[in-house]
């Protein structure tokens, strides 16, 4: 038998909250650490839809990457969005559990999960962090070099589809090789991963700051910010069913949480 403890101090393990940044909110966000933990399910986001979920197949503790509350709160009251979470994952017995900056930083953290769905070798951290294979973003090689064109298909296929789809910025005919990535919002470190790579795929990119970098040799993939961190929903499942298997049952969410639900193009 595993307690929300047990879970948590193994996620810990692999996610140190002390490689949050400062501003973030990492950890147990509701539950008892002694109760419990048969299900767990994995999800990005700590939203109604997916606490409902949790109530549905029985989960015991929820695993997000994003917080849900990122700023301090006065209350939790249920006329309030996350105190209807917390108020119905509370009432059917379901903790929340979430690591999000510090699994950025990890290795293997979101980027790494995010440069391995999209086939990269050797990899490095774009921005070293406090040991040299941590910190922010990922470069790495393609096996094989492909042209822009055919690496944005293959980014198309390889992550979650969903509203929005992939943005390309550059030569359609341009020679990739050299990859950098960064799952969620990337825009910080733009400079520095055109500096080393042919092609840059992360989310969040601003318009300014595209228009501006156009200019440079380095081509750019804009994601959805849930696309790109969605492969590590599905390595942190892997990761606590590698370790927890015989005592914990894992169950990756059904529910899409992009916040975007509609894409549409004038004809021109
Ligand atoms: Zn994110």
Known sequence: MANVFDVCDLLDRHF????????????????????????VLFALDPTMEVIHEAIEVRADLVVTHHP??????????????????????????IALFNAHTNADHANPGVSDALAHTLGLVECAPIEPGVTPVTGAGRIGRLPKTLTLAQFAEQVAESLPSTAGGIRVAGDPNRVIDMVAVCGGSGDFLLPLAAALADVYVTSDLKYHRVLDHRQGECALIDASHFATEWPWVLAVAALVHSELGSSVSTLVSAVRTDPWTGHYSSRD
């Open 16 to 39: 140190p909250p002390d490689t949050a940044e400062a501003w973030d909110s990492v950890g147990l966000i509701c539950g008892d650490p002694a109760a419990t933990v048969s299900r």
């Open 68 to 93: 849900l509350f990122l700023t301090g709160v006065h209350g939790v009251s249920r006329d309030t969005l996350g105190g209807r979470v917390v108020h119905d994952a509370i009432s059917h017995g």
